[in-house]
């Protein structure tokens, strides 16, 4: 039987943990081979994700002119998932 690697992977990353694991590469270059590996579409989420998304909405937000559309609304929630790009 041939081992075929995992569709997705789902990887909680905590550079500052790497750290003190003493992995000799930096905690980004686990991404780095993770992407090597095919694992192109990297998504993350999180509290920085969170205060991104308030900070690019919050112009839109104070406008106030949202209130009255659904459809903006609903543009305005966040995705779950941010998408990162090519590490290189």
């Not at 900070?55 to 609304?73: E, F, K, M, P, V």
């Amino acid at each position: 039987m041939q081992h075929t690697p995992p569709a997705a992977v789902l990887l909680e990353f905590h550079p500052a943990a790497v750290a003190l694991t003493g992995y000799p590469k930096s905690a980004a270059s686990i991404l780095a081979s993770l992407y090597a590996w095919g694992y192109t579409e990297i998504s993350h989420s999180g509290t920085v994700c969170d205060e991104r998304w308030h900070n690019i909405t919050s112009s839109i937000r104070n406008r106030g002119s949202y209130l009255w559309s659904t459809d903006a609304q609903e543009a305005l929630k966040q995705p779950t998932w941010c998408r990162l790009t090519d590490p290189e």
